[in-house]
């Protein structure tokens, strides 16, 4: 069984920058994906952000360019740096562990966010 678990939410104001940590529990498999999924109160949940190896990431297009995802050498830690905040990034923010296989796979996941190990969430507020 594998557990993520994210920190580093918090209120920022718009313009604001944030870092998000997503510890893995358990015994993750390397060549898993790591994701970021937000949901706020009147959105749909929405894939923000994906990892399948170092060179390979996706992002959605709201937040493409001002998003970061990364990961430690080892994958048992998963960043998201968020810069240049708005108030529609407002939202908790998950954590996902994906049993992806291939790139492809991973760009599908983020377009329709389902299956996986999901963490409890992190919130994160940005005021105007």
């Known amino acids: 069984r594998v557990t993520p678990v994210e920190s580093g939410g918090g209120s920022v104001q718009a313009g604001g920058s944030l870092r998000l940590s997503c510890v893995v529990y358990g015994s993750p498999d390397r060549s898993s994906c790591m994701a970021w999924v937000r949901k706020s109160p009147d959105k749909e949940r929405e894939g923000v952000a994906g990892v399948y190896t170092r060179r390979s990431s996706v992002y959605s297009d709201s937040v493409k360019g001002r998003f970061t995802i990364s990961q430690d050498d080892d994958k048992t830690t998963t960043y998201l740096q968020m810069n240049n905040l708005i108030p529609d990034d407002s939202g908790v923010y998950y954590c996902?562990?994906?049993?992806?296989?291939?790139?492809?796979?991973?760009?599908?996941?983020?377009?329709?966010?389902?299956?996986?190990?999901w963490g409890r969430g992190t919130q994160v507020t940005v005021s105007s």
């Open positions: 996902v562990y994906v049993a992806c296989t291939t790139y492809g796979s991973l760009v599908q996941w983020i377009q329709n966010p389902s299956d996986g190990s």
